[in-house]
């Protein structure tokens, strides 16, 4: 007993040090990529470690008519990024944390996280904050179908409701499915930009206050409170990445060494990937935002239809 809970205590720990202390590199990298396409330098790619450690060091302030509501958002992002990171396997090794059925815990530990985020900023009181709120909601009701159906694709695929063996089973090959994979992908890379503010559905880095969706929402966090909010939001844009490298790399190389550098590479394309796109896109209009996610539901929902046959 004592010599099989050792390497999974071990594969736990080195797990959750991965999605940690790497999740926040992934911002860094998409900004140095579309710094470099614009022609400048741009800031470090380590640029969200140091803004982490300033803020932690920086006096929080608080509104007095907010309650202890509006801690819970902060909060709350960080603790969902953590256990849905348990859930999902990396490098195709076993998920530390695996059932049959987890992958519905997985997808609503993220609506667990936005719900508190939503009344985090209601809780403030502004009427500005309660806009973003209304616009995350909206947006988030059509992300959920294009995320489950392609969950339903999966595990047509693998006849499991396990990420685990959705994404790291050893028959689960692209020869099999390649089709359906490939619509899966587009499907969920839709989601995956929309779930994390990115272009053409929001831009992290906009200061239009009209135009804002995510961070109309947390303009009053500072300090502390901000920092579990930027790391939580590296930790969601980890974690979502590695669903989709995970099905690009479904095959096992049988070294798993070779299988954690294959993953770490994948969610470097994939990080050079979002800074290709929000350097060669515009952000969209908020009217057309439902068309492009309703555009992603339509496409998962055709690759499961495929896999019915």
């Known amino acids: 007993m004592t010599e099989t809970f050792f ?6 720990v080195l797990h959750l040090l991965t999605a940690l202390l790497v999740g926040p590199l992934l911002p860094g990298l998409i900004n140095k990529v579309k710094a470099r396409i614009a ?15 300033k803020l932690a060091r920086k006096e929080t302030l608080r509104s007095r008519t907010t309650t202890w509501v509006f801690l819970a958002g902060p ?12 859930l ?4 195709h090794m076993p998920a530390p944390l695996h059932f049959q059925g987890d992958v519905i815990l997985f997808a609503y530990l993220f609506g667990l996280a936005r719900f508190l985020t939503v009344l985090s900023a209601l809780d403030t009181g502004s009427s500005f904050e309660g806009m973003g709120a209304a616009r995350e909601v909206r947006f988030a009701v059509l992300c959920e179908p294009a995320l489950f159906l392609g969950f339903a694709a999966l595990a047509k695929s693998t006849d499991s409701l396990s990420l685990s063996t959705m994404l790291a089973s050893p028959g689960f090959t692209l020869s099999r499915a390649a089709g359906p994979l490939m619509l899966v992908l587009a499907g969920w890379l839709v989601v995956y930009l929309a779930e994390n503010s990115r272009i053409p559905v929001d831009d992290p880095n906009t200061h239009l206050e009209l135009t804002m969706i995510h961070e109309v929402m947390v303009l009053d966090h500072s300090g502390p409170d901000f920092a579990f909010i930027l790391y939580g939001a590296a930790l969601k844009l980890w974690v979502l990445g590695s669903l989709l490298v995970n099905v690009v790399l ?12 294959a993953a770490l590479a994948g969610m470097l394309c994939l990080a050079v990937l ?15 935002v439902p068309q492009l996610l309703v555009g992603a539901v339509v496409v998962s929902g055709l690759a499961f239809v495929l896999l019915l046959r």
Request: charged share 15%; glycine share 10%.
């Open 7 to 12: 390497p999974r205590a071990l594969h736990t």
């Open 39 to 53: 022609g400048r330098a741009g800031p470090p790619v380590l640029q969200l470690y140091y803004d982490l450690a």
């Open 75 to 86: 909060v709350g992002t960080v603790a969902a990024g953590l256990v849905a990171s348990l």
């Open 88 to 91: 999902v396997p990396f490098g």
């Open 250 to 261: 479904p095959v096992r190389t049988g070294s798993a060494a070779l299988d954690l550098a």
């Open 274 to 288: 979002v800074g290709v796109i929000e350097s060669c896109m515009a952000r969209v209009r908020l009217l057309r």
